[in-house]
């Protein structure tokens, strides 16, 4: 049905809603509570057919803002994650740096001391381990490292 026939047709309903409970009343056809409920029943099919079009768009309007809601929602969430994530990596960083630091100033402290005080041989120890936390992806990368820092040193 095409929104033009609709809309002549709601009008329709509104006009026939206002005019005939009237008519109907005035020839004593129909009483005062049949009247009320005539008039609103035409007056309100007459409107839903007329705004029919604008309340089914309403409803796709709707339909759309809570799909929207539910993505902007979705995505906050993992933006959060993103965030808590970056946080965690600058944490774990600084740690590094951190760790880095201190092993690189006692090394330098030390150099031309032998044998290492044993305090000192502890920090760095737990320095390079968190580097070594830090700097690869498996156990397997460890090992190989491990390996190849062993043949290095003559170790075996």
Do not use: C
Not at 16 to 23: A, E, S
Not at 72 to 91: F, G, H, M, P, T
Not at 138 to 144: C, T, V, Y
């Amino acid at each position: 049905m095409s929104k033009n026939i609709k809309k002549i047709l709601g009008v329709s309903l509104i006009i026939i809603g206002v005019i005939l409970p009237f008519y109907l009343v005035v020839k004593e056809i129909i009483s005062g509570e049949i009247f009320i409920f005539s008039f609103l029943a035409f007056l309100v099919a007459g409107f839903l057919l007329y705004k029919i079009d604008d309340i089914i768009e309403f409803e796709t309007s709707w339909v759309k803002m809570k799909t929207l809601r539910k993505e902007i929602y979705a995505k906050a969430e993992e933006v959060q994650r993103l965030s808590d994530e970056l946080n965690k990596n600058k944490q774990d960083l600084r740690k590094a740096i951190r760790a880095f630091v201190e092993s690189f100033y006692l090394s330098l402290q030390i150099r031309h001391k032998f044998p290492i005080p044993r305090k000192v041989a502890d920090v760095i120890e737990k320095n390079l381990d968190i580097l070594i936390e830090f700097s690869f992806e498996d156990e397997k990368d460890l090992k190989k490292w491990a390996g190849e820092i062993k043949k290095l040193l003559g170790i075996k």
